[in-house]
């Protein structure tokens, strides 16, 4: 059994939690700042109204996290799993900043949301929704973008050097400045249908 160490305190200050494993709704807003996940598991597990400020998480599956109303800002996630969130529930902010390396992004939805000059290097980003998005300026290096959706996605100055499976329609995103490496920048083309031999 895993005692809950949320369960006595609402903010958290310059702490890392090591080794959890959480599941279930929370009924309270929880504050961290300055914090450290390692190898935790918080999944399906909704921290109403919460806020992360300037945290980590590594090596943490956070699946299917219901994220709705939570505040982030300047958090960064290595090597974690967060398959199937919903980015455009949280908690909206001028600041927001979120960070991603050599994490599992599968079937996430970051329509309309601000990822301007973030990392998303080195992930499986498959199937997730980019729609209306600003990465402009990102760092998308070396990801996956398999079946995922760019639509009037501002992709301005983006790096997308080493990344692969992408669909980008060139007349229906923005994508002035942005940096792309072959073969996958072929891709480009599909949408005009021309063949390159």
């Known amino acids: 059994m895993t005692i809950d160490p949320?369960?006595?305190?609402?903010?958290?200050n310059e702490e890392t939690f090591s080794g959890l494993s959480l599941a279930g709704p929370e009924p309270r807003s929880r504050h961290?700042?300055?914090?450290?996940?390692?190898?935790?598991?918080?999944?399906?597990r909704a921290f109403r109204l919460?806020?992360?400020?300037?945290?980590?998480?590594?090596n943490c599956d956070l699946s299917n996290w219901q994220i709705e109303?939570?505040?982030?800002?300047?958090?960064?996630f290595k090597s974690?799993?967060?398959?199937?969130?919903?980015?455009?529930?949280?908690?909206?902010?001028?600041?927001?900043s979120v960070g991603f390396e050599d994490c599992a992004m599968d079937y996430c939805d970051f329509s309309r949301f601000r990822l301007k000059d973030a990392l998303l290097k080195g992930c499986t980003a498959r199937d997730v929704n980019f729609s209306r998005t600003d990465l402009s300026g990102a760092d998308c290096r070396d990801s996956d973008f398999?079946?995922?959706?760019?639509?009037?996605?501002?992709?301005?100055?983006?790096?997308?050097?080493g990344a692969r499976g992408?669909?980008?329609?060139?007349?229906?995103?923005?994508?002035?400045g942005a940096r792309f490496s072959l073969p996958d920048?072929?891709?480009?083309?599909?949408?005009?249908?021309?063949k390159v031999e």
């Not at 949320?6 to 958290?12: M, Q, S, T, V, W």
């Not at 806020?51 to 590594?58: K, V």
């Not at 398999?146 to 050097?161: A, H, I, P, V």
């Open 166 to 176: 992408y669909g980008i329609d060139a007349r229906r995103n923005r994508v002035k």
């Open 6 to 12: 949320f369960a006595a305190r609402d903010l958290f």
């Open 185 to 194: 920048a072929l891709g480009l083309l599909a949408a005009l249908e021309v």
């Open 146 to 161: 398999s079946g995922s959706t760019f639509d009037e996605t501002n992709l301005q100055k983006t790096d997308l050097r």
């Open 69 to 76: 109303g939570i505040r982030f800002v300047d958090v960064r």
């Open 50 to 58: 919460g806020s992360f400020l300037h945290c980590s998480f590594e």
């Open 80 to 96: 974690s799993k967060l398959v199937g969130l919903d980015w455009t529930s949280v908690k909206p902010d001028p600041l927001t």
């Open 32 to 44: 961290f700042e300055d914090c450290r996940f390692v190898e935790c598991r918080i999944t399906e």
